[in-house]
């Protein structure tokens, strides 16, 4: 598809002015050329043109508010001059996998202040003496230089830091931990209930227990009260006949 029309199917009917991101990799540019991007991009702050087989940046219209540039993958070799003039604000620029082949070809980025980060990889430039080096010295603003600073340190993935500043990565793995323990206390509350019922049933029967221990007992001491009352019976019987025979003799 070429890139005119990929440009017209992302707006999706809507007008330029309203875009702030576009995307239009592996479309293709027919002469090498930025083809359907024009100035009413005015909102425009994210634009990818990776491998579209650009070999120029003339036809790059004005975007001021633009901040991340891809171009890897294409066929530029020189008039990145063009860049300062129609995107002044750049902090992002991605050149890796074309043919730049000299510090020349990347004097003209002096001029792009804001540049943060510039990526040269796959490109013939890396493969020159004190390369790394040369590039700091000739670009100061650039801080990260194919994903490095002068001290080696990695640069931050933007994208990983605005995931973990929305919540998105860490709400997922929360939510399931959280429905997990709440299972688990509802499992916990039904061993619970079980105990809880078996407690009660057994205590009930203990219970049950003591009282008929306690009613054997109660009919022992009768049981040994009646024994004694007919006992003393007995005996309160027997002294009344030896009285009688006493009276007699």
Do not use: W
Not at 6 to 23: C, F, G, Q, Y
Not at 84 to 111: F, R
Not at 129 to 150: I, K, M, N
Not at 180 to 192: L, N, P, Q, R, Y
Request: include cysteine; charged fraction near 40%.
């Amino acid at each position: 598809m070429d890139m005119r029309k990929r440009i017209t199917l992302e707006l999706r009917n809507r007008s330029p002015a309203e875009i702030a991101e576009l995307v239009v990799d592996n479309s293709r540019s027919a002469d090498g050329e930025v083809e359907g991007l024009t100035d009413e991009f005015t909102e425009l702050e994210f634009l990818s043109m990776v491998n579209v087989g650009l070999s120029s940046l003339a036809k790059l219209p004005p975007l001021p508010k633009l901040r991340k540039l891809e171009l890897s993958d294409n066929n530029l070799s020189g008039s990145l001059e063009t860049l300062s003039e129609k995107c002044p604000n750049l902090t992002y620029l991605n050149l890796s996998g074309n043919k730049i082949k000299e510090l020349s070809n990347v004097e003209a980025l002096q001029n792009l202040k804001s540049l943060q980060s510039l990526d040269l990889f796959n490109c013939e430039i890396t493969s020159l003496e004190d390369y790394r080096e040369s590039v700091f010295e000739l670009l100061p603003q650039v801080t990260y230089l194919d994903g490095f600073d002068q001290e080696d340190n990695e640069a931050p993935d933007s994208e990983a830091d605005d995931e973990d500043e929305d919540g998105e990565d860490g709400a997922g793995p929360t939510g399931d931990y959280d429905e997990e323990d709440d299972e688990e206390d509802e499992e916990d509350g039904s061993e619970g209930g079980e105990v809880g019922l078996s407690f009660h049933v057994n205590r009930g029967d203990q219970e049950d227990d003591d009282d008929e221990d306690d009613y054997a007992e109660e009919e022992e001491e009768e049981d040994q009260a009646a024994v004694q009352g007919q006992k003393r019976k007995r005996d309160v019987d027997d002294e009344g006949e030896d009285d009688d025979d006493e009276e007699d003799d």
